[in-house]
Structure formats: C-alpha cells, structure tokens
C-alpha cells in the first residue's frame, strides 16, 4: 500500500469494519489512491485468505471454478474496459509484477490472470457472466464495485446480485462499493451497512466557462481553447471528446491550430477501442507536452501523468432505448454536472490547474445534477434473461437499487416471448431449454438467437460476422455516401450486406490504417469487430 495516498488514512477503519460486517460504502475523490489501493489493503489484511468456497447451501457442487493455494480472489469491477487493464497493470507494478502473477485483467478480448492472481480488474459484464457460470463466486473473498456513480445497468444487476447471494449462500462474501461522486448515504441505506469517507490530494482548479454556445464544430472549439491556453500555461492538456471520430477531428484541427506554436508538441488519442499500445502511449509521461484527445474513459478511475489543463466539450456518447428500431442506440447528450466535475479534477492530480467548459455558465447551471442511470434508459431484455438464468424466479420483485421503469420490463419480457426464451408469460415466464441456451452467449437475446438459429440452418459463420458487426461500433466513417457506393453493390440489398462487404475489403487490406481510410473504413473498428467474430 502507498502510505502516502489519502486512502491510507482510513486503511485500519475499512479493515475493521469489514471484519464486522461485509459491507461497506467508500466515498473517496479523484487522487485518494481508492481503485489502486483498497483491493491491496483487502489482500494484505488477510480478508481473502478463507478457504474456498465450493458448496452451495444445498452441499452441491455449483460448477468449476480454478482452486488458488493461497486463498480466494479479490474481484474489482471497472465499467470499463480500458481501465480494467490499465488498473491491472499499475496495481501489477506497484508490487514489483507484471500483470498475471499476484494482480490481474481481463477484459472481453484480452487476459491476463494466472493460478496465482488474487486481485482481478475485470469489467462489470464478464462479472455477470462468471456469476452465471459460478452462481456461488465459490473462489472470490470480496466484490469492488468501484465507479459506481456511473450507474451502468451491469453495475447495478451485479450490486443486487451480491446482497442476493450474501443473504443466501455467501454470507461471508465481503461487498465494496466506491466513488468519488457517489449518494452514499442512499447505498448504505440500501446495503443496511456503514460507510467511510477518505479526502483527496486534489490541487485547485481554475474552471472558465465559454461567453456563449459556439456556432463551430466543438473539435473546432476545442482547438481554439488550445492555442489560446498553450501561449500563458505549462503542463499538458487532456481533452474530452465524445467519440473516436470527434477525437481525430479535434486532433487534425488542433494540429493546424498549434501549427505555428514554437514548442514540441504531441497528440494522442485515447478511447477503448484503440490497440493497447496506442493506449498505453497516451498515459505515458514525455518530456515535451502532450495533448491527450479522450472519450470519458478519462473521466474517473485512470490517471493520465502530467495533465494540468482540461478542455471539456461538455457532451459524451450515452446509450438509450431506440423504441422503433428495439435496440439501444448511442447518442451524443450534455454531460450532467457530476460528471463535468470528475472531468475538471483530471485537471488537478498533481499540480493547480484549469479547466475551460465550451458551454456558458448559464447552461451549465439547467443540467442535470447527476447522468441518468441506464436502469431507466435501455433495453432490458439481456438483463431480464440473465437474471431468469440465475434463478430469480420474478424479475420485477429483484432487489433493484433503484427499479426500472414497469413498461422497459414489460417491454423485455413481450421481446423474450416472441423469441422463444421464455414460456407465455413474459416478464414472469419461465426459460425454455432454447432460452437456457441464448443466456449462455454474451448477446443481446435478438443476436444469440440469430445464431442459434443460423447454426440450425448451417449458416453459423455469416451470422456471426454479422453479429459481431450489429455488437461493435459502426466501421464506416462518417463520409458522403457516393463514396461508399462500392460497398453498396450486390446482394443481398441490406445495410448489414454493405457492412459486412466493408469489413471483408479491411480484412483483405490487413487492417492497414491508410488502405482502410481510402475505402472509408475505420482500421480500428474493423479490428474488433474481427476479435468478436
């Protein structure tokens, strides 16, 4: 443990408390060291050093799990893949490792866990899937939720999950739940248990707001905030754009902007489908100033060296419900005020800094208070099936911490109806033999039956490109559709036929980013929707 982390102060209190009862409720800021350091307080307290855990109350084996000689696991849940490695990673490094000997990762295409690790980063849904293969966590001392103020639906089934399996087979599994920004008192009241606060080392920030809303683009904006604050500032500056295309956008227009600056500058993107050397070259320090280009993958958890300044678009990408098309869909939304101040204390980690917001004061004070969580705006029809998997007999009577809205849950169990998952009855319906099977595949129920029933129809390997197409992000960048009228051609006529025909020519061309950006493909996108195939 770094004693010199704010966390340290209150290490002793955590491990006491913990001891007495298994939950806790941890509010601590941006820079208190509580994502790297409370999995490592855990560990060398002993509080993973039971036995394992390998009956349920029935005294059934309930499936496989690896065995650890020295203990059970820490599991820490991250909502976010990026930062599940690259909290792995530091936390590995910090006790003289590499990833996959004490301290692990894993994410949906990358791994790094051996027999020896005790302390896993991993994403909140690889956490919903080893539940369903190992309902009684019978290897795992302790659950971190950490970021909670996120409020991802996966956050939130996996919180309910825990308390569920704490009052039945596991009540000596511990449960962590952390954030900076966090309604801690409501938690607690929800897990009946006590909660701490830790300070932070955060320095002052300086936060100036735009005059009025600009006309220009906002990478536009964001460039010439840049050049302004490189003439009368030191330190490096991080960015927030809302996807990777507006980050190259921001990054050619901040490259023409600062063309003239007499100083040596260097830009990087940063957002989670990036290779992880692309990743890694971002967080790195340099001994020139860097301008760090991100999504709100930046925004809580990972900690980006040497970034003094902040320019904030004040808008992310967020997923909501798409009633005509059933599917949730990713829209470009105003941040809420929380979140515009995760985004600000990025600006003051090691030293004063500023903060530019390219909104008006004005309309910073009508947003939201706290980001809507997406129990209330998306679909709920993969939830709904994972937890009929799990045995929760009636989803609606589920220990929500906060319930969705009765019509997405109707609405969730009418889709599973209709694609076979569950018997006549819907949202209380019981899962059918071919239901048991979709919950088994990491998809939406609309594409784990797709493939069920390609696989049926000898078609598997098409449905699954296919598959992997509608899961990833778009691969086609955003360019006048004349240019993309070669995709466009042949049969069958569908927009999936037109992806798919895209994603094989990047496939041929290697995924090399200059041939794929003269077909109008994204290399990276392309890329993973190879890994999910």
């Known amino acids: 443990m770094d004693a010199s982390l704010p966390i340290a102060a209150i290490a002793s209190q955590m491990v006491a408390s913990l001891r007495k009862i298994p939950r806790l409720v941890l509010t601590a800021p941006t820079g208190s060291g509580k994502s790297t350091q409370v999995p490592q307080i855990l560990l060398d307290a002993g509080l993973a050093d039971n036995p394992i855990h390998a009956k349920s109350a029935s005294g059934k084996s309930r499936g496989t799990a690896p065995s650890h000689k020295a203990g059970q696991r820490i599991l820490v849940l991250q909502p976010r893949r990026l930062a599940a490695r690259l909290l792995g990673q530091r936390v590995a490094h910090e006790r003289g490792e590499v990833a996959g000997q004490t301290v692990g990762f894993q994410t949906r295409h990358e791994r790094a866990i051996s027999d020896a690790t005790r302390i896993v980063f991993l994403t909140e849904g690889l956490f919903l899937r080893l539940m369903q293969a190992h309902p009684d966590l019978p290897n795992v001392a302790a659950v971190i939720l950490d970021e909670f103020h996120e409020r991802s639906l996966d956050a939130d089934v996996a919180l309910g999950l825990v308390k569920r399996l704490q009052a039945t087979t596991r009540p000596d599994l511990r449960l962590i739940v952390m954030s900076a920004t966090l309604d801690q008192l409501a938690v607690a009241k929800y897990l009946d248990c006590p909660t701490l606060e830790t300070g932070g080392r955060l320095h002052p920030v300086t936060i100036t707001h735009a005059s009025q809303r600009g006309v220009?683009?906002?990478?536009?904006?964001?460039?010439?905030?840049?050049?302004?604050?490189?003439?009368?500032?030191?330190?490096?500056?991080?960015?927030?754009?809302?996807?990777?295309?507006?980050?190259?956008?921001?990054?050619?227009?901040?490259?023409?902007?600062?063309?003239?600056?007499?100083?040596?500058?260097?830009?990087?993107?940063?957002?989670?489908?990036?290779?992880?050397?692309?990743?890694?070259?971002?967080?790195?320090?340099?001994?020139?100033?860097?301008?760090?280009?991100?999504?709100?993958?930046?925004?809580?958890?990972?900690t980006i060296p040497g970034v003094r300044h902040v320019i904030d678009s004040g808008v992310a990408r967020v997923h909501r419900f798409d009633a005509r098309r059933g599917i949730n869909v990713l829209l470009i939304e105003p941040i809420s005020q929380a979140a515009a101040t995760q985004r600000a204390g990025r600006a003051g980690r090691t030293a004063p800094g500023t903060c530019h917001r390219l909104w008006p004061e004005a309309e910073h004070r009508a947003r939201a208070a706290f980001d809507t969580p997406e129990v209330s705006r998306v679909d709920l029809a993969q939830t709904l099936l994972h937890l009929r998997s799990q045995g929760v007999d009636e989803a609606t009577a589920f220990d929500w911490f906060e319930p969705p809205p009765p019509r997405a849950m109707q609405r969730a169990g009418d889709l599973l109806l209709m694609l076979g998952a569950v018997d006549a009855g819907g949202a209380v319906g019981v899962v059918t033999p071919l239901g048991k099977r979709?919950?088994?595949?990491?998809?939406?129920?609309?594409?784990?039956?797709?493939?069920?029933?390609?696989?049926?129809?000898?078609?598997?390997?098409?449905?699954?490109?296919?598959?992997?197409?509608?899961?990833?992000?778009?691969?086609?960048?955003?360019?006048?559709?004349?240019?993309?009228?070669?995709?466009?051609?042949?049969?069958?006529?569908?927009?999936?036929a037109v992806l798919e025909r895209a994603y094989l020519a990047a496939e041929r061309g290697r995924f090399a980013f200059e041939p794929c950006a003269a077909l109008g493909v994204n290399a990276n996108a392309a890329r993973d929707v190879q890994r999910a195939w």
């Not at 460039?223 to 500032?233: C, V």
């Not at 023409?256 to 500058?265: C, I, K, S």
């Not at 088994?440 to 029933?453: N, T």
């Open 438 to 496: 979709m919950a088994r595949l990491p998809l939406h129920p609309r594409l784990s039956r797709m493939l069920l029933e390609a696989s049926r129809r000898g078609c598997l390997k098409r449905a699954a490109l296919w598959a992997a197409l509608v899961s990833e992000r778009d691969l086609l960048t955003r360019r006048p559709s004349a240019e993309l009228a070669h995709f466009a051609q042949g049969q069958p006529a569908s927009d999936l």
């Open 216 to 302: 220009k683009p906002i990478w536009d904006q964001a460039a010439a905030a840049l050049r302004q604050l490189l003439d009368s500032e030191q330190g490096d500056v991080l960015i927030f754009m809302p996807g990777a295309y507006e980050i190259r956008r921001a990054i050619e227009a901040c490259r023409r902007a600062t063309a003239g600056v007499n100083e040596q500058l260097s830009f990087f993107p940063l957002h989670g489908s990036l290779p992880a050397a692309e990743q890694d070259a971002a967080v790195k320090l340099y001994d020139h100033r860097k301008i760090v280009v991100a999504t709100n993958v930046a925004e809580t958890s990972i």
